[in-house]
């Protein structure tokens, strides 16, 4: 970003001068001996850069902090420094109100933070751009290459999922979980769909948007239409990294998995399943796949914690190789994880794991973490690679009379007199033609199909009461 160039009206001299960066600002503050021209000064710069924005920006990596206000103290607490209350310390420009702290970040790095002003922490009141945390709201720093993320947006123009909520007793655990269950958009009883458990399942709906970056990833289709199994955890700590860490992963295994297999369309293998958390969820998560790799054949890391119980899930990963996908983020601003999170992915790739990793400069937060679900989901399901199949274990009723098979570029068929819903699917479960409301006499109904590449083919001609279904080749 080039340098903007600020002019300072100072009105007590009815001069103008001109400044490069903020550093010249401050020597020119610094150099008025009249305090009441020093505040007027200060007040003119406030006037001038509210139209740009705080933290006030420079040469993409520099971000000056700024407080106005009087005080007895004020620090600049955030991802950048462990939200240590003794943080940054800003400096006061003698004689004013007027608080600031120059720090350098890399050009695309996003970092939460809090000032406290004598010991009491608050949002920037000089920065409108928050983010939701773990602990409630707190100002975000954007540097100017950081992409806001698009994909977590609720959009009007794209087709909705649904959400199903409910509670299933865990005879495991002695304790009742609730459910959230996402399905995509035209969710069809006759197809069978990969699925993606999440751990801090309330958090990843209300503070990361998946439902809506689900819907956004299939509406511009890089991603297979999947369900969404979203848990709530009841005790975190202990069901994610403490005492109670073994029994719930049976829960998983054992009970909710087989209940939601049973419940709707899933494709029951592992390569169709991940399993995904954040933090304590990444521990739990990797324990769940590196320990049943023929339940969950993807595991999904968000800045996944492994410090606990002397590195255990750490020690698992790392071991013997499992069939596992594994993908994971991280960011450069979260202490001993970040270097940990750097061997894991190290080995991973030594051992010639199909992996995905990403170190983003940013903290342990929901901003990296939603920022970034579209990198996982698009890693295990991507939407060349179609994960949806048909359902073969529904009653589809009774096969069709039709000809030619194999075919060349068209389909005769024969149905008693009525309209029909006729639709084509390839080997993989993807619909290719798709004909409502079809008007088909006894007599041979042509279909065209010249458009279709050489395979099979599965035939549904669905009517008012009975379906019919056939298969054929090209």
Known sequence: MSRIILIFLFLNASTIVSAQDFQSFINYANGITDQTQRQNTVDS??????HIGIPYLEN?????FIYKGNASSVHIAGDFSFWSPDGHALS???GTDFWYSTQ????????????????????????????LGGFGPNSELAMPNYIQPWEIHDLDNVGHGRLETFSINSTIMNASYTIHVYLPPQYDDNLLYPTVYVQDGGEYIGLANADHIIDNLLDSALVSPMIGVFV?????????AGSARNNYT???VEELVPYIDEQYNTIPEAKARAVLGDSFGGN???LISFKHPDIFGNCGLHSGAFQQNNFEANDLVLGEKKDIKVASVWGTYEGSLTQNMRTVRNSLAAKGYDLYSKELPEGHSWGLWRATIDDLLKFFFPHDITQVKTNTKLPLSIDLTYFPNPITNELFIKVPLGKYQIQVYNINGQLVLNKTDQPVHT?????ALADLEKGIYFLKVKGEKIIYTGRFLK
């Open 92 to 94: 006061n420009l003698q």
């Open 250 to 252: 049976r829960f998983f």
């Open 232 to 240: 709530v955890p009841n005790e975190r700590n202990s069901e994610y």
């Open 443 to 447: 007599e041979q109904y042509r279909i």
């Open 104 to 131: 350098k970040y890399e050009a695309n790095a996003r970092l939460d933070y809090k000032v406290i002003v004598n010991g009491n922490w608050i949002l920037d009141p000089l920065n409108p751009n928050q983010i």
């Open 60 to 64: 993409d990596t520099i971000a000056n």
């Open 284 to 286: 739990i998560s990797a």
């Open 45 to 50: 710069f406030m006037n001038v850069i509210h």
